[in-house]
């Protein structure tokens, strides 16, 4: 018990730490954006000086400074030389990432699962890197379709394997809050690279683990 407790609190600093630890994007932009939240604010109606509202625009601008860190963080950075020799050469399969991103177009978040496999190729890499790289890239402004892709990109630029899948399954909250589509549709996107998408057996192979 004692154990199953402290592991989790390890894991929330580790959380804190992350969030602390962001590439920040400085004082001259954090101003610009408390600026722009507070037009925003006006322009819908909303007094900026109401006691729930004074510190909304900072608030909204760091949290805008978080969710678009992947803006600031390189591939390299965050990999950082985790990359191990290894024989292995069967499907290596990362499923249910969490994943957050914010849609381009509506600035409103999409939310959802990643699962990411690749054949090693003499190179593997930290489990936990896997997931980084996925927050790279989706912590910025995006749409699915691409996110999928850019992931599968960055693997293959870094490991250099035999071939790369990645699924990406998310609800937008951009069609649900508006409802414009079934309240509960998931989109699902994927991006099949090297022998994922030129070996039919690889790919079976790859979604019997998936949905196993
Ligand atoms: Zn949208």
Do not use: W
């Not at 894991?11 to 925003?40: H, N, Q, T, W, Y």
């Not at 965050?78 to 290894?86: E, L, M, P, Q, R």
């Not at 409802?179 to 790919?203: H, I, P, W, Y």
């Amino acid at each position: 018990m004692r154990d199953g407790h402290s592991a989790r609190e390890g894991e929330l600093e580790a959380a804190e730490r992350r969030i602390r630890d962001i590439p920040r994007c400085g004082a001259v932009k954090i101003a610009g954006m408390e600026e722009s939240f507070r037009e925003l604010l006006l322009a819908v109606g909303e007094d900026p000086e109401r006691e729930g509202l004074v510190r909304t625009p900072h608030r909204a601008a760091r949290a805008f400074e978080f969710l678009t860190n992947g803006y600031r963080q390189s591939l390299d950075q965050v990999v950082n030389g985790a990359i191990f020799d290894s024989e292995a050469s069967e499907i290596v399969l990362v499923k249910d990432i969490e994943l957050y991103s914010m849609c381009e177009h509506h600035l409103l978040p999409f939310i959802g699962r990643a699962h990411v496999a690749y054949i090693p190729n003499g190179k593997v890499i930290g489990l936990s890197k896997v997931a980084r790289i996925v927050d790279v890239f989706a912590r910025r402004l995006q749409i699915q379709e691409n996110l999928t892709m850019q992931i599968a990109d960055a693997l293959m630029k870094t490991l250099q394997p035999g071939g790369v899948a990645v699924v990406i399954e998310a609800k937008h909250l951009c069609m649900m809050m508006r409802g414009v589509e079934k309240q509960n549709s998931v989109m699902k996107t994927s991006c099949l690279l090297g022998s994922f998408k030129e070996d039919a057996r690889t790919r079976s192979e790859f979604l019997s683990l998936l949905n196993s």
